[in-house]
């Protein structure tokens, strides 16, 4: 057993729905590592994406209403979430760890259980009007809807902060909006990524992955999941009035509005879902990476550094602290601004090393590291009272 083992030797961790693979969901992976045996709960799971956890998995009565229900239907179940996460029991755990951009917070642990709270985000539907709806026949009546349910959403989300033990942030952006949300001071641990994102790889695989996807010599990438908040319709607009070829990896809910804005437009390819160690040799086959969409922190932006690959982001949200301006990239705030820092980008301007090191301050290591360093803290702290 390790050091945090020893201290807490039942460890619960609870997740948003775990249908498809995020940024939550590689925290989550490397805080195994931490706690290889820990439990994990959520309200749903898809086995088949997630392969490498072999864990105990608790899911919630919603798992079995979407078996039966049609895909469409799971994105509008968010009503029963409360009762969802209310409905796990933590009997026997040590330590319960919630990581969530939803409501896996609102989860109720008895009062010798500290609970942490590592918050991806308050939910942004709830609190930033952000629907995703865009891509949906009846987008008005879903809207309708769906700020109705928001109204008792939101004074649920407040009341269950105080479940909370202790709090920490992915970014001082999400921070400040916990502070604001929900009133509570919150410690910054950036996650980080794994060690083989910084590796060179062999030129037979970038040979191969090039061939395999029919990639251009040059191109610009986006690695994203495809909804609204992303702004992908951005980079589409902006890469063909800069006349640049742009290739777009992930799939969500836009894809079929994206492919409209597209227009068949021979510069502008959709990869769909690709693995992670294609990805890692798309990040060093690309001259640039595009992040337009208000991040809390961004992980795919570190990923694409760690290749040595510059990134142009939105001048707001996490990526101001990850991203090095006129080092490691650019910023923009208009699709303007985009376009235009897209006719003028050279690649040549960007040193490979500077690119790099400036990832080297985002790696699952040091993460890891501040991670055990603040939950020994809490372990000294609980062991005082």
Same mark, same amino acid.
């Given at each position: ?24 969901? &590689? ?5 195994? !590592? ?84 590592m918050t991806m985000t308050p939910p942004r539907s709830l609190w930033d009007k952000e629907n995703n709806f865009r891509a949906l026949k009846l987008s008005k009546m879903y809207s309708a809807i769906s700020e109705t349910i928001n109204v008792f959403m939101r004074i649920w989300d407040t009341n269950i902060a105080k479940r909370v033990d202790y709090w920490t942030a992915n970014s001082k952006y999400i921070q400040k909006k916990i502070k604001r949300t929900y009133g509570v001071d919150a410690t910054v641990i950036y996650p980080g990524i794994e060690e ?40 589409? &607009?902006?890469?063909? !009035? ?72 939105? &001048? ?70």
């Amino acid at each position: 057993m390790n050091s945090l083992e020893n201290l807490f030797p039942k460890v619960a961790i609870v997740a948003d729905q775990m249908n498809g693979f995020g940024g939550a969901d &590689r925290e989550l992976i490397s805080m195994l !590592k931490l706690f290889p045996n820990a439990e994990i709960f959520t309200i749903t799971f898809n086995k088949k994406i997630y392969p490498q956890i072999t864990n105990i998995v608790h899911t919630s009565f919603l798992q079995k209403w979407l078996e039966r229900l049609p895909k469409s239907l799971a994105r509008h179940l968010k009503v029963f979430t409360p009762w969802a996460y209310e409905s796990f029991n933590f009997d026997g755990f040590d330590l319960v760890i919630s990581i969530s951009a939803g409501p896996a917070k609102g989860i109720v642990t008895g009062i010798d259980q500290p609970h942490i709270a590592m918050t991806m985000t308050p939910p942004r539907s709830l609190w930033d009007k952000e629907n995703n709806f865009r891509a949906l026949k009846l987008s008005k009546m879903y809207s309708a809807i769906s700020e109705t349910i928001n109204v008792f959403m939101r004074i649920w989300d407040t009341n269950i902060a105080k479940r909370v033990d202790y709090w920490t942030a992915n970014s001082k952006y999400i921070q400040k909006k916990i502070k604001r949300t929900y009133g509570v001071d919150a410690t910054v641990i950036y996650p980080g990524i794994e060690e083989r994102y910084f590796e060179k790889g062999k030129q037979s695989q970038l040979n191969e992955v090039k061939a395999k996807y029919s990639l251009p010599d040059d191109f610009i990438l986006i690695v994203s999941r495809l909804y609204d908040y992303k702004k992908i319709d951005w980079a589409i &607009r902006a890469c063909i !009035k800069a006349n640049k070829k742009l290739i777009i990896v992930g799939e969500g809910p836009d894809r079929k509005y994206l492919e409209k804005v597209a227009n068949k437009n021979p510069n502008i390819s959709f990869l769909g879902y690709v693995s992670d160690d294609d990805a890692i040799s798309l990040f060093r086959l690309a001259s640039l990476l595009l992040f337009c969409g208000l991040e809390d922190f961004g992980i795919v932006p570190v990923e694409a550094m760690a290749a040595g690959t510059p990134v142009f982001a939105l &001048r707001e949200g996490g990526l101001l602290e990850t991203i090095k301006e006129h080092i490691s990239g650019e910023f923009f705030k208009t699709e303007e601004e985009l376009c235009n820092l897209l006719k003028d980008f050279d690649k040549r301007r960007y040193n490979r090393e500077e690119i790099v090191k400036q990832a080297r301050n985002f790696t699952e290591a040091k993460f890891l590291n501040n991670l055990e360093k603040y939950i020994t803290q809490i372990y000294e702290k609980e062991t005082s009272k």
